[in-house]
């Protein structure tokens, strides 16, 4: 879950999933993805398909009291939901004069959308005193669960990884990851209605009210662009749809009709979801047949701090790694770019790497050096179970 600005870790995996999981997995998975480029018209069906974000098999029924678009929609009493707010008022007003929305449908929506307190609690930043662990995190994703329905998902659906491999470059065993780390495979989607959760962020959470107004925005587009009810739409407490988890941005940007049956299904859809994950890598970089990261040999720890100063962008080759008493292990060319990544273990020594660009692509997905490297160690333990 767009990525001009970090989402917190949870679809981020989500990945941000609601049901049958405890808190603690909640704020491990990932947001979804971020949305920051223009999707490529050339691939398969991706402008003239139908993009649905629900679950449902056939297209959502069309409701005119929750459709943005109808200029028969009447406006539900401005007594409840967010109608009677000034700043919503605003923003109703921005999408009326930007996007030629309807003011009363919109008044309607907005009258009937709910405040979630428990969204609010979800993704309040973790408390001050908390020290994060990547191999407690990495316990989370790197288990029985996700390897074995790893394979099983990747058996099932070994047609479509490989079209999708050979499209956009992207090995299966990465795309199945994304998906076992957002949603185990789509048994955990979310069942917040996006409508309300991206409400409450864009109103009522001021640390990132911009982005998800942004989001709310893009969500509003896609409901109409696709006659779909917008309170039947569910996701992660983020606003993160279907089982990459997208974000509604990344979905209008990425998503792809990938078994061409004439409209986008994230929700229900596996082959969809699959060709949608590596279209989004293959929009953000990723390099066919390129390292991820490499294990690093480290002299000194007290002398690292300019490296992880400059970020997780890889820009730094051997020689200027060698000045501050790294250097790689294995087979890194010289001139390679890579950036210094540090994984915190709570009190225990620091994990260090070495990031090559597929690796801060990943991260484009979700913000999270902690998220691509759990992504790259459970698409190498998919890997290894295939043998």
Same mark, same amino acid.
């Given at each position: 879950?767009?990525?001009?600005?970090?989402?917190?870790?949870?679809?981020?995996?989500?990945?941000? +999933?609601?049901?049958? +999981?405890?808190?603690? &997995?909640?704020?491990?998975? $990932?947001?979804?993805?971020?949305? !920051?480029?223009?999707?490529? !018209?050339?691939?398969?069906?991706?402008?003239?398909?139908?993009?649905?974000?629900?679950?449902?098999?056939?297209? @959502?029924?069309?409701?005119?009291?929750?459709?943005?678009?109808?200029?028969?929609?009447?406006?539900?009493?401005? #007594?409840?939901?967010?109608?009677?707010? !000034?700043?919503?008022?605003?923003?109703?007003?921005?999408?009326?004069?930007?996007?030629?929305?309807?003011?009363? @449908?919109?008044?309607?929506?907005?009258?009937?959308?709910?405040?979630?307190?428990?969204? +609010?609690?979800?993704?309040?930043?973790?408390?001050?005193?908390?020290?994060?662990?990547?191999?407690?995190?990495?316990?989370?994703?790197?288990?029985?669960?996700?390897?074995?329905?790893?394979?099983?998902?990747?058996?099932?659906?070994?047609?479509?990884?490989?079209? $999708?491999?050979?499209?956009?470059?992207?090995?299966?065993?990465?795309?199945?990851?994304?998906?076992?780390?957002?949603?185990?495979?789509?048994?955990?989607?979310?069942?917040?209605?996006?409508?309300?959760? &991206?409400?409450?962020?864009?109103?009522?959470?001021?640390?990132?009210?911009?982005?998800?107004?942004?989001?709310?925005?893009?969500? &509003?587009?896609?409901?109409?662009?696709?006659?779909?009810?917008?309170?039947?739409?569910?996701?992660?407490?983020?606003?993160?749809?279907?089982?990459?988890?997208?974000?509604?941005?990344?979905?209008?940007?990425?998503?792809?009709?990938?078994?061409?049956?004439?409209?986008?299904?994230?929700?229900?859809?596996?082959?969809?979801?699959?060709?949608?994950? $590596?279209?989004?890598?293959?929009?953000?970089?990723?390099?066919?047949?390129?390292?991820?990261?490499?294990?690093?040999?480290?002299?000194?720890?007290?002398?690292?701090?300019?490296?992880?100063?400059?970020?997780?962008?890889?820009?730094? #080759?051997?020689?200027?790694? @060698?000045?501050?008493?790294?250097?790689?292990?294995?087979? @890194?060319?010289?001139?390679?770019?890579?950036?210094?990544?540090?994984?915190?273990?709570?009190?225990?020594?620091?994990?260090?790497?070495?990031?090559?660009?597929?690796?801060?692509?990943?991260?484009?997905? #979700?913000?999270?050096?902690?998220?691509?490297? $759990?992504?790259?160690?459970?698409?190498?333990?998919?890997?290894?179970?295939?043998?």
């Amino acid at each position: 879950m767009t990525h001009a600005v970090p989402l917190p870790c949870h679809h981020a995996p989500t990945a941000g +999933l609601v049901t049958a +999981l405890s808190l603690a &997995l909640l704020l491990s998975l $990932a947001l979804g993805a971020c949305a !920051a480029d223009n999707a490529r !018209a050339a691939e398969p069906q991706a402008v003239k398909a139908r993009v649905d974000g629900t679950a449902a098999a056939k297209p @959502a029924a069309k409701q005119p009291a929750a459709h943005a678009g109808s200029k028969r929609s009447p406006a539900a009493p401005r #007594n409840g939901g967010y109608a009677n707010r !000034a700043d919503v008022a605003a923003f109703i007003e921005q999408l009326v004069d930007r996007h030629g929305f309807d003011r009363r @449908a919109l008044e309607g929506i907005f009258g009937q959308v709910r405040k979630q307190p428990s969204v +609010l609690r979800l993704i309040a930043p973790a408390p001050s005193g908390f020290k994060r662990s990547w191999e407690a995190y990495r316990a989370r994703f790197l288990d029985p669960l996700r390897i074995d329905g790893g394979v099983a998902f990747w058996r099932e659906h070994e047609e479509a990884l490989q079209r $999708a491999a050979g499209v956009y470059g992207v090995p299966a065993e990465v795309i199945v990851a994304i998906i076992g780390v957002e949603t185990i495979y789509g048994r955990v989607t979310g069942e917040f209605r996006v409508i309300d959760a &991206l409400s409450t962020l864009a109103f009522d959470y001021p640390r990132r009210a911009d982005y998800f107004r942004e989001e709310l925005e893009q969500f &509003l587009l896609m409901t109409r662009e696709n006659g779909a009810d917008v309170f039947a739409v569910r996701g992660s407490f983020a606003g993160a749809i279907g089982l990459p988890q997208f974000m509604p941005g990344s979905v209008r940007r990425y998503a792809v009709d990938f078994d061409s049956d004439g409209r986008i299904d994230l929700r229900s859809d596996p082959v969809d979801a699959i060709g949608s994950v $590596a279209r989004f890598l293959s929009e953000h970089g990723w390099v066919p047949g390129a390292p991820v990261y490499f294990a690093t040999r480290i002299e000194d720890t007290a002398r690292l701090g300019p490296l992880l100063d400059a970020g997780i962008q890889p820009q730094f #080759n051997a020689v200027q790694l @060698a000045e501050f008493g790294v250097s790689a292990l294995g087979s @890194a060319p010289d001139d390679l770019p890579l950036a210094l990544i540090d994984l915190p273990n709570g009190d225990a020594p620091t994990t260090y790497l070495l990031g090559a660009n597929n690796f801060y692509v990943i991260t484009r997905y #979700n913000r999270s050096s902690f998220y691509a490297m $759990a992504v790259t160690e459970l698409a190498d333990a998919l890997r290894s179970a295939r043998r």
